[in-house]
Nanobody
């Protein structure tokens, strides 16, 4: 079974930093685009950042210059370095990836999320 597992969330003061990690596991042939989404209480899930298999990145405007997405293809992992955190960054952060399992059809997968809380 293909799974995405996030880690690295926690409580941090405004202005601080956190690094989220997400590792894919299972019988995987290839991984395409990977990304991070977040969902704050009472709000819709929103795209934070994406990275293609070739390393091209994109960010939502509110995190540009503060967050950096990266990936390690050998480790089947994607990361989100979050600096200068603000209280409005408080949310559950979800990993997302387009994965082709061995012997199966490509699908879009989600992790279960990791909570980031930024105190003022």
């Amino acid at each position: 079974q293909v799974q995405l597992v996030e880690s690295g969330g926690g409580l941090v003061q405004a202005g601080g930093s956190l690094r989220l990690s997400c590792a894919a596991s299972g019988s995987i042939f290839s991984i395409g685009a990977m990304g991070w989404y977040r969902q704050a209480p009472g709000k819709q899930r929103e795209l934070v950042a994406t990275i293609t298999s070739g390393g091209r990145t994109s960010y939502t405007d509110s995190v540009k210059g503060r967050f950096t997405i990266s990936r390690d293809n050998a480790k089947k992992s994607v990361y989100l370095q979050m600096n200068s955190l603000k209280p409005e960054d408080t949310a559950a952060y979800y990993c997302n990836a387009d994965i082709m399992p061995r012997g199966g059809r490509g699908m879009n997968y989600w992790g279960k999320g990791t909570l980031v809380t930024v105190s003022s």
